[in-house]
T-cell receptor, first 112, second 115 residues
Framework: DQQVKQNSPSLSVQEGRISILNCDYTNSMFDYFLWYKKYPAEGPTFLIS?????DKNEDGRFTVFLNKSAKHLSLHIVPSQPGDSAVYFCAASAGGAQKLVFGQGTRLTINP | DADVTQTPRNRITKTGKRIMLECSQT?????MYWYRQDPGLGLRLIYYSFDVKDINKGEISDGYSVSRQAQAKFSLSLESAIPNQTALYFCATSDPGQRLTDTQYFGPGTRLTVL
């Protein structure tokens, strides 16, 4: 049973526009959410996170929104740049267990 | 130098062979993890260790074993490799003192092919 789902395997966005990546979860015990970015031949790298006590967290061009009632989070990248082309993973953890549950990933392609 | 290193980076082996993947870290973190990545399935946790004496199974531990030789080293073994263990394997670390972030730091991965 997939507790964290990224239903879009791929997304293509024009450079300069906004990229919106979505993630849904089913476990109401999740209280911390993270986004990781992965380039080919590299390990995932931490991008941004949000605690369940917040509904928004911003870091430069990256903003994560959390809608607890809908069990949905999204990552907004604006403006999108070619270097943002990568696979993005959503992850969640519950109760300080420091075990992350990952979504399937979304491949983002930024077109010039 | 990379904080989390994995060896080998690529490995091709045959069904039934025993293989070990190694992970070393210089971050000084107590917690270490092994994941596998398969297309369409994301990263799935195989084993994790919160300190040298603590080893725990993840969601897909069957067919795998681990050894935590030291705080900095965590090895993953496939006792008898099978083709459906062909995947990309990642080691990761985290710092229990940073609970609020739950951030894990990943190595570059090992691409394993079992023929």
């Amino acid at each position: 049973d997939q507790q964290v789902k990224q239903n879009s395997p791929s997304l293509s966005v024009q450079e300069g526009r906004i990229s919106i990546l979505n993630c849904d979860y089913t476990n109401s015990m999740f209280d911390y959410f993270l986004w990781y970015k992965k380039y080919p031949a590299e390990g995932p790298t931490f991008l941004i996170s949000i605690s369940s006590i917040k509904d928004k967290n911003e870091d430069g061009r990256f903003t994560v929104f959390l809608n607890k009632s809908a069990k949905h989070l999204s990552l907004h990248i604006v403006p999108s740049q070619p270097g943002d082309s990568a696979v993005y993973f959503c992850a969640a953890s519950a109760g300080g267990a420091q075990k992350l549950v990952f979504g399937q990933g979304t491949r983002l392609t930024i077109n010039p | 130098d990379a904080d989390v290193t994995q060896t080998p980076r690529n490995r091709i082996t045959k069904t039934g062979k025993r293989i070990m993947l190694e992970c070393s870290q210089t971050k000084g973190h107590d917690r270490m993890y092994w994941y596998r990545q398969d297309p369409g399935l994301g990263l799935r946790l195989i084993y994790y260790s919160f300190d040298v004496k603590d080893i725990n199974k993840g969601e897909i531990s069957d067919g795998y074993s681990v050894s935590r030789q030291a705080q900095a080293k965590f090895s993953l073994s496939l006792e008898s490799a099978i083709p459906n263990q062909t995947a990309l394997y990642f080691c990761a670390t985290s710092d229990p003192g940073q609970r609020l972030t739950d951030t894990q730091y990943f190595g570059p991965g090992t691409r394993l092919t079992v023929l």
